[in-house]
Each structure stands twice: as structure tokens, then as C-alpha cells.
Nanobody, 123 residues
Framework: QVQLVESGGGLVQAGGSLRLSCAAS????????MGWFRQAPGQERDFVAG????????YYADSVKGRFTLSRDNAKNTVYLQMNSLKPEDTAVYYC????????????????WGQGTQVTVSS
């Protein structure tokens, strides 16, 4: 079993930055793909970003490309999502998840999910 805990969410003005963290426990996730998804009220859960086990490969949704950066520290069993130039449309609950698949953007391949952290961007 893997437990994932997200942190770092909050309220920020448009144009601001936040850094989300996702700490894993219960099992090392150094060989797992890690992903971030987000869900706004009344919306589907959408892919945001994914990173392979080594951190050498990342993949981003078009809506966040160039603004968000995903990284990982396997020694700390933690992944980080740096979010810059935030927009009101980035407002959502952000979830991290872990998978043994190399398919970053498909939610169904992720086995373990965190509880989510709220990000609110005011205009």
C-alpha cells in the first residue's frame, strides 16, 4: 500500500505561484510514475503533469505547459509541482497519484491517489 499526502495548496492571486508537494509513505515510489490531476467543481478530473520513475521524462497538459514544472526527489519519496503564472482557470482540487504504467495522462492506470489539496486563484 502507498499513502500519498498532498500539501502546498492555498489562495493566490492571478500571476502568482504555488508549489505543491506530494509525499509518499508505506512503500518507496522511486520506481513508479507519479502524476498530478486536478478537478474543478462540476468538472471531470483532468491530467496536469506526469513524471517517470527517474525524473528524466515529464509530460504536461497543454493548458499548463511552460507554466508548471514537475520534479521528484526519490530520496525523500516526494514529488513537487511548481506552478507559476497561475490563472483563475487553474482553480481546482489537485491530486497526486502513482502508477507502474508509463502512460502519464490516463487516470485509470494510477493505483494510488492522495486526498487532494485545494488551489484557488483569484482574478
Amino acid at each position: 500500500q502507498v499513502q500519498l499526502v498532498e500539501s502546498g495548496g492555498g489562495l493566490v492571486q492571478a500571476g502568482g505561484s504555488l508549489r505543491l508537494s506530494c509525499a509518499a509513505s508505506g512503500r518507496t515510489v522511486s520506481s513508479y510514475t507519479m502524476g498530478w490531476f486536478r478537478q474543478a467543481p462540476g468538472q471531470e478530473r483532468d491530467f496536469v503533469a506526469g513524471i517517470n520513475w527517474s525524473g528524466g521524462r515529464t509530460y504536461y497538459a497543454d493548458s499548463v505547459k511552460g507554466r508548471f514544472t514537475l520534479s521528484r526527489d526519490n530520496a525523500k519519496n516526494t514529488v513537487y509541482l511548481q506552478m507559476n503564472s497561475l490563472k483563475p482557470e487553474d482553480t481546482a482540487v489537485y491530486y497526486c497519484a502513482t502508477s507502474r504504467s508509463s502512460q502519464f495522462a490516463i487516470a485509470n492506470v494510477y493505483q494510488y491517489w492522495g486526498q487532494g489539496t485545494q488551489v484557488t486563484v483569484s482574478s
